[in-house]
């Protein structure tokens, strides 16, 4: 796959998905919903934040990192993308549960660290 393919499929599923997300919020009654309203609310809201984080992403490693290969870029982008939409999708899982403390917090950020951390120790060097 080209890269221009794969940012036009990247761009055009990350808008469906938010527009996934904003129907998920227009159209689901908070107080009426059972668990597959909020689990619509988190997947979509993760998808979309994924594909958003990893499109600029990879427009933010193109510009400052020009020693990496183009398709190291997208692979590291991507990864990075699902780590911080997870971040975000766990911050707000965590308030809506009444459980969003500096521990939790600490706990999920170190999570998520080893978790990057132990990617990037299996990781082939590549050599541009």
């Known amino acids: 796959m080209t890269l221009k393919k794969y940012l036009a499929i990247m761009t055009f599923a990350t808008l469906v998905c938010w527009s996934a997300w904003f129907a998920v919020l227009n159209m689901i009654d908070v107080s ?3 668990l597959l309203g909020y689990a619509l609310f988190y997947v979509s809201l993760f998808l979309a934040l994924t594909g958003t984080f ?3 992403g990879f427009f933010i490693r193109l510009v400052l990192l020009k020693q990496e290969l183009v398709f190291q870029k ?3 982008a991507f990864r990075q993308a699902i780590f911080f ?3 975000i999708d766990g911050l707000l899982l965590l308030a809506a549960r009444n ?4 521990y939790n917090v600490m706990f999920l950020v170190i999570g998520l660290t ?3 951390f132990f990617m990037i120790s299996r990781q082939p060097r590549y050599r541009a």
């Open 114 to 116: 080893i978790a990057e």
């Open 74 to 76: 997208v692979v590291i």
């Open 85 to 87: 939409a997870l971040l």
């Open 54 to 56: 990893a499109v600029v």
């Open 99 to 102: 459980l969003l403390t500096w």
């Open 32 to 34: 009426d919903t059972g």
